[in-house]
């Protein structure tokens, strides 16, 4: 997806831009249409309201000055006079958002997935124009897709803005309900970036006692996978992670020396579907690890490079299939990668600081996820971007995994 940025360049929106505030303006301006001139029109017959200086620019900066915004001073801009409220709401302005912003989202969830299929579809049909949809859309017509909304909906920025605020009595509650002991969530970690990676998380996890304490190991035992280790999350709830390695430690560091691929033994291949997708099923001991938790952990690689999309994704449907528990068990998918690359860093419109080269040195989690086939899922899902050596975004992502499995946490 990341490619696909530069297939809707910045002319055809400025384009689209421009014969809005054309249309616009030869009604209601004193701003030459069809142009970029500011010299003025002899309206005196008229009594129009003053023009200011930010509706007076050429539409190429107004387009430059929207890009370097953030989503939320967008729609402020918006609010400011009915011209802007229409121009911040071109749905190809907002496309151009997603495609250029979407390789920087360090989250996607199952209800803020936008919809890639609208994205990779023309902008008008074969049959018509690009001016004849966008004529359509300024006389009043619903446009194919609110590109807006799936903007807002997706960005993490946006969705911290848009949150309902805290209840008062919420923090009561939830203080009140943290005396009162709890069940334990168990939850099953897999998946190749557990082993191909260069910098073991599972070993940073256990030796990070300032991102999440080790609190012990539980009497729960089973059979041929043990109880796993237990953690405390913020210091008010414990957890329980079951490792799942696919092989043994020598054949795990061999591979990685080797950068190659080792059998999974924690699957026994049933041979493809009439579409010819692999089907896999879980040994009896894993089965029997997901009858037991309450939901999933899947560290995958996002390392350029090591994408396995058909057997990640038939591997996951075979562990959180409906024949071993209930479709709302969570599953947290831990896009994850060795170290940080230090990169110069830029500001995107999002208002935080990114690589310049962050869709090169991993994989985004939106790709992640169609990589993965996360949306064709019953269960809820959530890929978070995830560095072994520092752990950075480990803590958003159990936070989410635990709220999502029952548990109330008081803070956030």
């Not at 979407?102 to 579809?121: G, K, N, Y």
């Not at 038939?314 to 562990?319: D, G, L, T, Y």
């Not at 939106?366 to 086939?373: F, G, I, K, N, Y």
Request: glycine fraction near 6%.
């Amino acid at each position: 997806m990341a490619g696909k940025i530069v297939g809707l360049n910045e002319y055809v929106v400025i384009r689209s831009l421009r014969r809005f505030r054309d249309r616009y303006f030869s009604k209601t301006s004193n701003v030459k249409p069809d142009s970029d001139d500011l010299t003025p029109v002899d309206r005196s017959a008229e009594e129009d309201p003053p023009l200011g200086l930010l509706d007076s620019l050429p539409v190429d900066v107004q387009f430059l000055i929207m890009a370097l915004l953030s989503p939320v001073d967008i729609c402020r801009l918006g609010a400011t006079s009915h011209y802007w409220r229409a121009m911040v709401r071109d749905p190809l302005l907002w496309r151009y958002f997603l495609l250029r912003d979407m390789p920087h989202w360090t989250s996607i969830d199952h209800e803020t997935m936008p919809q890639l299929e609208a994205l990779a579809a023309p902008l008008c049909r074969g049959d018509e124009k690009l001016e004849d949809g966008m004529e359509g859309q300024n006389q009043g017509k619903e446009p194919k897709h609110d590109y807006m909304a799936e903007y807002l909906k997706g960005s993490p920025a946006c969705r911290q803005q848009w949150l309902l605020p805290r209840p008062p009595y919420e923090a009561v509650t939830s203080f009140l309900q943290s005396l009162v002991p709890s069940i334990e969530p168990r939850f099953a970690m897999f998946g190749p970036g557990m082993e191909q990676l260069d910098v073991s998380m599972v070993t940073r996890l256990m030796h990070a006692p300032d991102v999440l304490p080790v609190a012990g190991t539980p009497q729960r035992q089973i059979n041929g996978i043990g109880s796993g280790i237990s953690y405390m999350y913020n210091n008010q709830q414990k957890f329980n992670i079951l490792t799942l390695y696919s092989t043994n430690r020598a054949e795990r560091a061999r591979a990685r020396a080797e950068h190659q691929s080792v059998s999974n033994k924690l699957f026994s291949s049933e041979g493809t579907d009439q579409s010819g997708y692999p089907i896999f099923t879980p040994t009896p001991q894993v089965q029997e690890v997901c009858q037991a938790v309450n939901g999933f952990i899947y560290v995958a690689n996002a390392e350029p490079g090591r994408a396995e999309g058909e057997l990640e994704a038939a591997q996951i449907r075979a562990v959180v299939s409906p024949a071993w528990g209930s479709t709302s068990r969570p599953l947290l998918v831990l896009s994850c990668i060795s170290k940080e690359h230090p990169d110069p860093a830029v500001t995107t419109s999002q208002g935080s600081s990114c690589t310049r080269s962050r869709a090169r040195c991993r994989t985004p989690c939106v790709d992640m996820a169609q990589r993965l086939s996360l949306p064709q899922l019953p269960n809820p899902w959530k890929v978070q971007d995830t560095v072994a050596e520092s752990l950075s975004g480990l803590l958003d992502g159990i936070s989410w995994l635990l709220r999502c499995s029952g548990v109330r946490l008081y803070s956030s």
